[in-house]
């Protein structure tokens, strides 16, 4: 009577385990859409921005920091039509300049944006309205950093929570990365609860969504994307071709990844990594749940790209034979 049990309950909790549906195995991309053409150059001549250049958006503007700059490291533009408004951030040791430059978060509420200095080890807060009319303009300090967990990159929601990239230092050239809830106020960071068993060192980048209630996790050395809820529990594993558990920094799988609309689009390598095939040239497009749509090959090497959603465009920084372009989305049939 036992065995006959067992063997009716068996097939009941490998019907539970399926039908969750958080791991999903994805062999084949193939549905690759050319969007070269459509992919159009923003031509800046105002101002010299160097190669390895981050985008952000504010409100109407978009912000380009230029983290090789010897002089101004943060350039605004206004997004509509990408003319130059002004530069700000000098280099330097001296007060309202920057020593090492980091992360740039948006408060869109409080028409602040907040710039990480990792040399002095603070937070500076920027009024985009007084930067604009306000050459001699002093940003106030935030917050404060420390060097035994700080954050890297991170999306800020409100005072009391970001979500964030922390950073550990374990030695002077090591470091542990992973994604927590930190309260910029308080200083405090709370990992998140899911953390991919078979991940043995974790190098990512992330997007998080309030609209969505989740954050979308991509890994630089595995071809794998992880999805959970802003609580921190896991939707989905989702893993690509080249998915492998062996833990190696010689291929570069995602680069970035954003929120676009009611999609999860990202860049996507697959190349040799400390050569120039690590660059993407392509973005993998996926429904909200992971499901994947497209590819969008660009034929350009992407540095780094932000969404606009009042255009539903993507906007690229690239390291090709041009520097900033964007891509219509309502021109692709996604």
């Known amino acids: 009577m036992k065995k006959v049990l067992l063997l009716l309950l068996i097939p009941f909790f490998c019907g539970c385990a399926n039908k969750s549906g958080a791991e999903k195995t994805q062999n ?17 001549d105002d101002v010299l921005i160097g190669s390895i250049a981050r985008l952000f958006l504010m409100d109407n503007y978009l912000i ?25 951030a000098d280099v330097g040791q001296g007060p309202g300049e920057i020593t090492v430059m980091g992360h740039i978060g948006i408060n869109e509420a409080c028409r602040k944006f907040y710039v990480s200095d990792h040399g002095k080890q603070k937070i500076f807060s920027y009024d985009i309205d007084s930067v604009l009319i306000n050459p001699y303009y002093m940003p106030e300090v935030k917050t404060e950093m420390n060097m035994i967990q700080f954050p890297d990159k991170y999306e800020y929601m409100s005072d009391t929570l970001s979500v964030a990239i922390l950073i550990e230092p374990t030695s002077v050239s090591t470091f542990n990365q992973s994604l927590a809830k930190w309260n910029i106020n308080s200083g405090i ?10 991940i043995e060192k974790k ?19 595995y ?34 990844v954003r929120f676009c609309g009611d999609k999860i689009v990202a860049s996507y390598s697959g190349g040799a990594n400390f050569t120039d095939e690590k660059y993407p040239t392509k ?44 891509l219509d989305l309502k021109d692709v049939k996604l």
Not at 28 to 44: D, L, M
Not at 64 to 88: A, C, E, G, M, Q
């Open 189 to 198: 960071f709370e990992p998140m609860k899911y953390q991919h068993p078979d």
């Open 64 to 88: 380009i920091v230029d983290h090789t700059s010897s002089d101004k490291l943060i350039h605004i533009f206004t997004k509509n039509d990408f003319s130059y408004l002004t530069s700000i």
């Open 283 to 326: 973005f993998e497009v996926f429904d909200i749940d992971g499901n994947y749509l497209c590819t969008l090959e660009t034929g350009y090497k992407i540095v780094d790209f932000c969404y606009d959603e009042d255009y539903d465009r993507i906007i690229m920084n690239l390291n090709d034979e041009i520097q900033f372009a964007y």
């Open 223 to 256: 071809d794998l994307m992880t999805i959970c809820s802003l609580e921190g529990d896991l939707k989905y594993n989702i893993y690509g071709p080249a998915w492998n558990k062996k833990v190696t920094n010689r291929i570069l799988y995602y680069n970035g």
């Open 203 to 221: 190098r990512i980048n992330f997007a998080a969504s309030i609209k969505h209630n989740m954050y979308v996790e991509c890994y630089h050395y």
């Open 28 to 44: 084949k991309r193939n549905n690759i859409i050319s969007v070269r053409g459509e992919t159009k150059e923003i031509p800046i």
